[in-house]
DNA sequence: CTAAATGCAAAATTTTTGCAGTCCC
DNA sequence: GGGACTGCAAAAATTTTGCATTTAG
């Protein structure tokens, strides 16, 4: 459902961020780019302590508390998203693009999909009362095809 | 956009739970019946810690670990709903019928909304791959109307 | 009766904060 | 150089667990 991002690719999206970052007033610290880049080429959706782990064997002095700061700023200005989740732990995502999310209720997956047919479809009267809708996505629920098969 | 569930709504919910729960195979205790009863009549979808809070004045003997317990049972049999957050509190409701959720982003109160259009919409191809869906949801985040007027 | 549920206390997990030193711009 | 950022340590917030006692069925 989701292709797992090559070098080229990676790349690309550094050279989106570092700008994105400085119009968002923000200093491009060496600590930033690294987290920035291991969410980006992560195809899992990390937590602050999964990125944590990963970055550490590069940032040995990386510290957990600048994780969940970088990551709090990173979204406070859209540069990265999280995940509307069940769990007691924060996931995140670079792609802030339009897309979807499933979830498996076994192996707490969660893959991504997208459906223009609901994007660009107009939301319910009802919502227009509520006040202003910024971003509006889906969360299916269910059992991946590997923990459906094995028998669950 | 929901309307403030009544007495006779409440005793409606409760006369539907009290078999839903044995058939359940769970116990009905006088905890488990204030504790249901308590979100059942919530219109804020509250947290652990808040529900125990309301409940005190009536029970105090009450537990939080007991709410914790029983939120998290009463979701495992699907009796009631976690909802999908961003916060790190989780949040719960008792209603299990299908609607989704906007969430305001400075208030960071959740309000229900229906959309029969897309509960009867067929998911895209590409989700088939996935595996078996159980649950779709949608969350709108952005600014309630309180908010949004009060200067945001 | 008996297995399940509760309350208490303690621990584990996850996230946040204060502050002194460091680094980008 | 100065304000923003980081690391460290400590604390706060949230959730989970072990165990003795109580309770529903």
Known sequence: MSSKPDQEM???????????????????????LEIFRELAQALDHPS?????????????????????RTLAI???HRLINKVETVESQGRYEADIGRHHHAICRLCGAITDFSWSFFDEAQL???????GRVDRKSITLH??????????A
Chains 1, 2 share one sequence.
């Open 124 to 130: 319910p009267e009802v919502v227009k009362g509520w």
């Open 142 to 151: 269910g059992l991946c095809r590997k923990c459906a098969h094995s028998g």
């Open 74 to 76: 990173f979204e406070k």
């Open 48 to 68: 602050a302590e999964t990125l944590h782990n990963r970055l550490r064997r590069r940032l040995p002095t990386l510290s957990l508390d600048t994780v969940y």
């Open 10 to 32: 990676l790349e690309k999206k550094m050279a989106e961020f570092e700008p994105a970052c400085r119009n968002a007033g923000l200093k491009l610290t060496h600590q930033r």
